[in-house]
């Protein structure tokens, strides 16, 4: 009998925290990132704005990142070409990108991770290989594989299915970065990218801690 109610209680209090946590989930902010690696915007808007932000912000946001941007893409008998608006460069970014978010999809990692890349290519873009190396370890993943997949079949695979999303934006995509909010384009949001912070807070009804006292009077 004892034992019995013991159980009761047990489980009784299990489903009191399994509602109470559901009712109090946060509200999530879905950002969606459409970009290519080497452009200065795209970087600047990267690690001035989405990188600290997220610091700040991350259990709010839902973060989807898709490099590609302007590129294009032809299929081949064998394969796939791709071409990069800034070159064979920035495709191989693009697809290293790609592939370590291909390899870890947590947004912690991945955020990070994209960070460190392209603040090295903003250092020095010469040498992908170094970057990742520098960069693999953030995602917990084997940079050895990262490169591979990136220049290999696989990374053209991503970029194909990146394109797929990228061309399937409405309106679409007429230059980079573009961002998405709740998987919703907004005119107005866009001139604001270089107050992400404030965007996301207003979205967010002022609800993180980190929203106190911004001054949100942008629009
Ligand atoms: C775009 O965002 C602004 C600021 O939140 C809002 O006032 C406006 O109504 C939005 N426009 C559309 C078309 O949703």
Redesign the pocket.
């Given at each position: 009998m004892m034992k019995l109610s013991l159980i009761t209680i047990l489980l009784t209090l299990i489903i009191l925290v399994k509602c109470s946590s559901s009712k109090f989930e946060k509200q999530k902010l879905k950002v969606s990132l459409y970009y290519e690696t080497l452009c200065p915007f795209c970087m600047t808007f990267i690690n001035d704005q989405l990188y600290p932000g997220y610091q700040k912000l991350g259990d709010y946001l839902d973060l989807e990142l898709i490099p590609y941007g302007n590129a294009r893409r032809k299929k081949t008998d064998n394969g796939w070409t791709i071409e990069c608006q800034h070159g064979p460069k920035e495709c191989v970014y693009n697809k290293i990108e790609a592939c370590g978010m291909a390899r870890n999809v947590d947004q912690n990692a991945v955020i990070s991770f994209v960070h460190c890349i392209e603040k090295g290519i903003k250092t020095d873009d010469s040498n992908y290989k170094r970057i990742t190396k520098k960069c693999g370890p953030l995602l917990n993943v084997n940079t050895a594989d990262i490169i591979k997949c990136a220049e290999g079949q696989e990374g053209d695979e991503l970029m194909v299915a990146n394109g797929v999303k990228t061309d399937a934006v409405q309106p679409s995509i007429d230059g980079v970065p573009t961002v998405l909010y709740n998987n919703?384009y907004?005119?107005?949001?866009e001139e604001y990218n270089d107050n992400f912070l404030t965007i996301a807070c207003?979205?967010l009804d002022d609800e993180p801690a980190a929203c106190m006292h911004l001054d949100n009077e942008i629009?």
């Open positions: 919703y907004n005119d107005t949001l207003k979205l629009w």
